[in-house]
């Protein structure tokens, strides 16, 4: 499966975003789709992660209650919703898709991951 995330802006603190990852290929139901980010000179971290139905989400803490993940498998689309936006949310996200939603939660070396190319999100105070 192929990922292309985009929907990044710059926006004001307090103000909101959605970003977009569109899946190609036949089974991205199949996969549960995740969201990470990476500010500059910081490691990569979990934004937050869903089942492949969609049914199941978690979010890292600091993010929780301001981000909402959803998914249509028929439009093979995975979403980010980013509400009150914070000037620490500023970083690239990526959306990437894996065997299982544990494998997202905690990447590991033995797990596949397909990585969408990133979109800049930038907030301002």
């Known amino acids: 499966v192929q990922l292309q995330a985009s929907g990044g802006g710059s926006v004001m603190a307090g103000e909101s975003l959605r970003l977009s990852c569109v899946a190609s290929?036949?089974?991205?139901?199949?996969?549960?789709v995740g969201w990470f980010r990476q500010a500059p000179g910081q490691e990569r971290e979990f934004v937050g992660a869903?089942?492949?139905?969609?049914?199941?989400?978690y979010y890292a803490d600091a993010v929780k209650g301001r981000f909402t993940i959803s998914r249509d498998n028929v439009e093979r689309t995975a979403w980010l919703q980013m509400d009150n936006l914070k000037v620490e949310d500023t970083a690239i996200y990526y959306c990437?898709?894996?065997?299982?939603?544990?494998?997202?939660?905690?990447?590991?070396?033995?797990?596949?991951?397909?990585w969408g190319r990133g979109t800049q999100v930038t907030v301002s105070s």
């Open positions: 990437a898709a894996g065997n299982t939603l544990q494998a997202l939660l905690k990447l590991s070396p033995v797990e596949t991951y397909y």
């Open positions: 869903t089942h492949g139905s969609g049914t199941m989400t």
């Open positions: 290929g036949r089974y991205f139901r199949n996969y549960a």
